[in-house]
């Protein structure tokens, strides 16, 4: 039987690889939204489309707060989004393939929509390989963590905002794909 100290060691390894795992995350969000800034410059049109999609990410991250403390107070609804994380795997496949096919389009155009569409795939894949390691990795940690050590799981409560930002700031970067879609789809009809 595991001791209080056994435990404690425990939750502090998992704590350090949760961060750990976090941060790389962290860094390439960043380096996502630095792109899409440096994209903005290039493509006038862009910038209106970021400034709404910070508008939108304010207000999805005053929904994730609220998330948060309703995740304090019950903490079975680790489940249900567990299950919204996957649809949203799903979508995000779904808008893979989606921008795949824009990239066959984007390559009768300039060299600079070229670039642009390759690195969207990049992030794409990133993201989806993210999604796949907190699926498999971190959320079943989280689930027998709660389960069997009410304790620890308010710990990790600070590192499930973290989690959510990352699905927020995924979402962003759907609605920046669409809206990229929707620009790519113009350009070939001009």
């Known amino acids: 039987m595991l001791t209080k100290e056994d435990l404690k060691e425990l939750s502090q390894l998992l704590d350090t690889k949760l961060k750990a795992e976090l941060d ?10 630095a792109t899409l800034e440096e994209h903005g410059k290039i493509l006038n049109e862009h910038s209106k489309i970021l400034q709404e999609h910070s508008e939108i990410l304010h207000e999805h ?9 309703i995740l304090h107070e ?15 795997s799903e979508i995000l496949h779904e808008h893979s393939k989606m921008l795949q096919e824009h990239s066959k389009i984007l390559q009768e155009h300039s060299e600079i929509l070229h670039e642009h569409s390759k690195m969207l795939q990049e992030h794409s894949q990133g993201i ?3 999604r796949l390691e907190l699926e498999n990795e971190i959320r079943p940690a989280i689930q027998i963590l709660v389960e069997n050590y009410v304790p620890a799981a308010q710990r990790y409560e600070k590192d499930s905002r973290r989690l959510d930002q990352v699905i927020s700031d995924v979402e962003v970067l759907k609605k ?9 789809r113009q350009l070939a009809q001009a």
């Open 24 to 33: 790389p995350l962290k860094k390439d969000i960043r380096e996502v939204k």
């Open 128 to 130: 989806r390989e993210i």
């Open 61 to 69: 991250s005053e929904i994730l707060h609220e998330h948060s403390e």
């Open 176 to 184: 920046v794909v669409s809206g990229h879609s929707s620009q790519i």
């Open 74 to 88: 019950h903490s079975k609804i680790l489940q249900e989004h567990s299950e919204i994380l996957h649809e949203h």
